[in-house]
């Protein structure tokens, strides 16, 4: 890779020193004012728009007329850049603390383009139980490209170091993982594995707790990215990915990417995860409340939950040591696939689906739904239970999602009404 920046509109440095491409309407701060909190600065945009329009424009154009016969303006073509996006990919390099952000299609879309700076013979190092795309994507790099992937436990911060050698390329985490919920320490093996090998990348998918909960480049990763289909847009209504970076060469490399392959975000979405992103800190705020009142009613009632806002977490203290809220993704296990088909499907306000981070909440079973693209063998070997379901839970009102629980579990004959209250039947497994 060369040093030169990849095209004239990259050579600008904003005026905080944010190396980014202009924009007709910047969100970026400007020199000097005050950092606001973090929900201040998602609703807090600066426009330069000619109308001063306080909602930037949806650029509908695939290009821009130049100047000049050599060309000269600040953008000619939308693959190669556009104000919607640009403007989106600023505000995101805030909201993520980051030098630069680049706007794509999905969030594989995003691991795709970070993953197209591997090389034949490269090892990446990654855990075990990784979002099923992802999985699908590198035994594909695996099969096809040569990249060696060694699947690790990277809740053990010594097993995954220990396979760092001057081979690996990239290493590649995920925390809390999903549907197994454990957290990595993503500090001490940045740490570590830079230690080991300064040139390997760490590289971490934040799409579980999205920028309003967790900064990894803080942590010391070279290099985030999140579904902006998740929390950041929260309406399931686009797909989109973010990938955040402070090292600007880092930065030239993946844009070059991003306009070598056209996978930049359309003008249209751009605009919707702009408009999704600004009410990110309410949309949290009240799932994970939500979400903390059913993992406590789960728990509750004998079933094994895994949530990292319950003290029963086993590593709560490392969650809430890199983290500033629980999130609102768990899961919990009833001992039996059939008994979880029969509540999934028993519930009512609880739509059936994957994904999460949508303002409605959903249920699902992972091994048959996300994650039926990693084959039943690995799964085992993984110790995936076959019968977890999984709670996105949403901005609901908390007690129509318990009641519309709690009938599920009942029809499904998971619980039994008693004279004290619902209680969980022999066959859980939480009661062994
Ligand atoms: C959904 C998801 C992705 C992929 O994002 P898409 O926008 O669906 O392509 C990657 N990682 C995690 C953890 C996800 O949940």
Redesign the pocket.
């Known amino acids: 890779m060369t040093d030169k920046p990849v095209s004239k509109a990259l050579s600008r440095v904003d005026q905080d020193g944010h190396n980014l491409p202009p924009s007709p309407a910047p969100s970026s701060p400007s020199n000097g004012r005050r950092r606001y909190a973090l929900a201040t600065e998602l609703v807090y945009t600066e426009t330069k728009d000619q109308h001063g329009a306080s909602s930037i424009p949806i650029y509908q154009s695939a290009t821009f007329k130049q100047t000049s016969a050599s060309g000269g303006g600040e953008y000619d073509y939308t693959r190669s850049g556009n104000p919607t996006r640009t403007h989106l990919e600023r505000h995101m390099a805030k909201i993520m603390n980051a030098n630069r952000a680049l706007a794509v299609g ?4 995003a ?1 795709d383009v970070i993953t197209r700076l591997l090389s034949p013979g490269d090892e990446v190092i990654t855990g075990d139980d990784l ?1 099923g ?2 999985n699908r994507l590198l035994t594909y790099l695996a099969r096809k490209q040569n990249i060696i992937v060694h699947h690790v436990d990277t809740t053990d911060v010594a097993a995954a170091v220990a396979r760092v050698s001057d081979k690996t390329a990239m290493v590649l985490l ?1 925390t809390p993982t ?1 549907p197994l919920i454990k957290i990595v320490d993503i500090p001490s093996i940045a740490k570590a594995a830079h230690a080991a090998n300064p040139k390997a990348l760490v590289v971490v ?1 934040n ?2 707790l999205s920028p309003m909960l967790a900064n990894p480049l803080d942590m010391g990763a070279d290099i985030t990215y999140e ?4 929390y950041l847009s929260g309406h399931h209504d686009i ?3 973010v990938i955040a970076v402070n090292d600007a060469k880092l930065g030239d490399e993946l844009y070059f990417m991003i306009n070598s392959t056209g996978c930049g975000l359309a003008p249209n979405d751009s605009f919707l995860l702009m408009r999704g992103v600004k009410t990110l800190a309410i949309r949290i705020e009240k799932q994970q409340t939500n979400a903390q009142t059913i993992a406590e009613f789960l728990e509750g009632h004998g079933f094994r939950v895994r949530y990292p806002g319950l003290k029963s977490h086993p590593q709560y203290d490392l969650h809430w040591s890199m983290a500033r809220g629980a999130g609102a993704v768990l899961s919990f296990e009833t001992g039996d696939p059939a008994l979880s088909e029969r509540i999934v499907e028993a519930t009512r306000l609880w739509g059936i689906s994957v ?2 981070g949508c303002v409605n909440s959903l249920i699902s079973m992972p091994c048959q739904m996300s994650h039926a693209s990693i084959d039943a063998k690995t799964r085992q070997e993984r110790q995936m239970p076959e019968d977890i379901i999984r709670l996105c839970v949403g901005i609901e009102d908390v007690n129509d999602l318990i009641d519309d629980l709690q009938r599920a579990l009942v029809q499904a004959g998971a619980v039994t009404l008693s004279i004290d209250g619902f209680q969980a039947n022999e066959a859980d497994p939480a009661q062994a």
């Not at 999905?106 to 879309?109: L, P, R, V």
């Open positions: 999905s969030g594989m879309g691991l979002y795309g992802t995920e999903n998918d799409t579980m579904s902006g289909t998740k797909m989109a990915g994904s999460f």
